[in-house]
């Protein structure tokens, strides 16, 4: 893995610099490319899985570079290990910077999970326990990053399965003293404060007022599955394999409502539908959005 | 307050040892959950653990299906998943980069009791793992039709070449290349008419990856050129190799094929 080639360094910007401020965006995904360039308004950004984009050449970078001429593009890791206790890896650091100069990412974002062990990439989010010392080797590993990469990271709230007995600090304790000792926003994945929520018997709404919501520079929304935990109560799992559901946009207009438009995603991995029905989520978002910018500017006026 | 609580819990908690703990259960199901997690109030949570392993096990499943569709085609996707847990177990992945992935599993294939009954299984598999090879390599014009026109016909067996960063040979003593041009088009598989061993060119001119078959000693031909050496020598080798190679003709179709980016002539010649 070592020596992936580098892309050139980028003297000037190559890419216009489009807003993304108070837009909703989806999922890039190679089958909808083609209705995306036919739509006339497809959708205000395009969040990519950097990992997909880290070969040298071929299909995948003629696809961005080609969303990226017209749309802004999110930026969003998922195996950094940021939230692992090992040293972050040196040559993925530097082909996610690559990425970031070559396509000048609106959104640059990481999940506090971790993902390899060793040298084992398990291809999943898994979860830490929230302890004074895991706080310190986080941190360190979100300014590795940042400084590696020349700007600040989003940093994505988890959605878990178990808690570790050995955690002394809350979830949202936890993300306020990482924003706090490295300068980093957070993504919001208002899906995964649900999908916890219901998983540890924790009320949605107080996680989301102890939220330090100002730091938030993006939202993320998806769907998630049921199954039944070791009791038969219900386990909600992360899945990205359907529509949002009713209680996650209640959630979501609860926090747009409270912080005014900020970015927001709607996400879609497996059982990837036709490009119509990712649109339709991507605008119902947009609507809640729109409303609520244009609430605050009468606010506003009136105040 | 919550500052103080921090500072003095960190002088009791080292707490860095739960991925070592975490990890060993999540690809060996007899490895009970770890015991440092629980679900809610303390509540059992193997099930809850198991969420994790399967999360792992089915993504990188997934992930081999994703790269290998064709070796699933022809045996099933039943017994490929069965396979390939397998595999996924003995070998996950050293790398985050999901298309790096899967580098042993023809090998692996090739060891394989239950596949014994297709031999050429394993070839169809390397096959199609440097097909995505191809398909992520790094951009590159190849060389034109007309590339060796300006060379004077007295140095064209001195001329070297430059593989192009796409374009790989793979060998095999089944038709590999017919079974996996079958296997990886939409339609209804045909049928195979041969059973003569088939040796491939893969290359990707430019974003389209094309799987060709190569001529008797065809393949020789061009490992030695890839592997730096001089035309003249790889005529020789790929003679020696098979009496029935033609020089023009795989020289015209490597170039067709983009399997080059460039040539040049030593002892003092010109490009």
Redesign the interface.
């Known amino acids: 893995m070592a020596g992936m080639p580098i892309v050139n360094r980028v003297e000037a910007a190559r890419f216009p610099a489009f807003p993304v401020g108070g837009a909703a965006g989806a999922s890039l995904k190679p089958e909808h490319l083609a209705a995306i360039h036919a739509d006339p308004a497809p959708v205000g950004f395009f969040e990519i899985h950097a990992e997909n984009y880290m070969g040298a050449g071929g299909p995948p970078h003629a696809a961005l570079a080609a969303i990226r001429e017209r749309w802004p593009v999110s930026l969003h890791g998922v195996c950094m290990s940021i939230g692992g206790p090992q040293p972050l890896d040196k040559d993925h650091l530097k082909r996610f910077k690559s990425l970031v100069d070559r396509y000048e990412p609106a959104l640059v974002s990481e999940h506090l999970a971790w993902s390899t062990h060793e040298t084992t990439y398990f291809n999943d989010l898994l979860p830490l326990p929230y302890t004074p010392a895991t706080l310190d080797r986080v941190a360190e590993h979100i300014e590795e990053m940042q400084e590696a990469i020349g700007r600040p990271i989003l940093l994505e709230n988890p959605s878990t399965y178990v808690v570790f007995k050995e955690s002394m600090l809350a979830e949202t304790e936890f993300l306020r003293a990482l924003v706090r000792r490295t300068g980093c926003g957070l993504l919001l994945d208002v899906n995964n404060v649900f999908v916890s929520a219901t998983n540890h018997g924790y009320s949605a709404l107080e996680y989301l007022a102890d939220f330090p919501l100002e730091h938030v520079g993006e939202i993320h929304l998806a769907g998630h599955a049921e199954q039944e935990d070791d009791e038969g109560a219900l386990l909600l799992i992360d899945s990205h394999d359907g529509p949002v559901t009713d209680a996650v946009w209640k959630l979501y207009e609860i926090v747009i409502g409270r912080r005014g438009p900020i970015p927001t995603l709607v996400e879609w991995d497996s059982d990837i539908p036709g490009w119509p029905v990712l649109k339709a989520e991507a605008q119902a978002a947009q609507e809640i959005l729109d409303r609520h910018a244009v609430s605050q500017i009468r606010g506003a006026a009136h105040g | 307050m919550?500052e103080l609580?921090?500072?003095m819990?960190?002088r009791r908690?080292?707490?860095?040892?739960?991925?070592?703990a975490?990890?060993p259960p999540?690809?060996d199901p007899e490895v009970e959950e770890p015991g440092?997690?629980?679900?809610?109030?303390?509540?059992?949570?193997?099930?809850?653990?198991n969420?994790?392993r399967n999360?792992?096990t089915v993504?990188?499943i997934n992930?081999l299906a994703d790269t290998f569709p064709a070796t699933q085609r022809i045996v099933g996707e039943e017994f490929f998943r069965a396979m390939a847990r397998i595999h996924v177990r003995q070998s996950?992945?050293?790398?985050?980069?999901?298309?790096?992935y899967g580098r042993g599993f023809a090998d692996f294939i090739e060891g394989f009791e239950h596949a014994r009954a297709l031999p050429y299984l394993a070839d169809v598999a390397r096959m199609e793992r440097v097909w995505l090879d191809?398909?992520?390599?790094?951009?590159?014009a190849p060389l034109k039709p007309d590339a060796l026109a300006s060379i004077p016909p007295e140095r064209l067996g001195q001329a070297t070449f430059a593989a192009h960063?796409?374009a790989r040979v793979v060998r095999s003593r089944f038709p590999a290349v017919t079974i996996f041009a079958l296997n990886r088009q939409d339609g209804p598989v045909g049928r195979l008419e041969t059973a003569e061993p088939e040796d491939g060119l893969v290359t990707?001119p430019q974003?389209e990856v094309f799987v060709r078959r190569l001529p008797p000693g065809g393949a020789v031909f061009l490992e030695s050129l890839m592997a730096g050496k001089p035309l003249g020598k790889a005529v020789a080798v790929a003679l020696e190799d098979d009496e029935r190679f033609d020089p023009a003709a795989n020289i015209a179709g490597m170039l067709e094929a983009g399997a080059f980016t460039a040539v040049a002539v030593s002892e003092g010649g010109r490009r």
Do not use: Q, W
Not at chain 2, 13 to 20: E, I, S
């Open positions: 919550a609580v921090v500072s819990a960190k908690l080292g707490g860095l040892a739960y991925a070592a975490f990890t999540l690809l440092l997690i629980a679900g809610p109030n303390g509540k059992a949570a193997k099930k809850r653990y969420v994790y999360n792992v993504s990188l992930a996950p992945p050293a790398s985050p980069l999901l298309f790096e191809a398909y992520h390599a790094a951009d590159a960063p796409a990707r974003l």
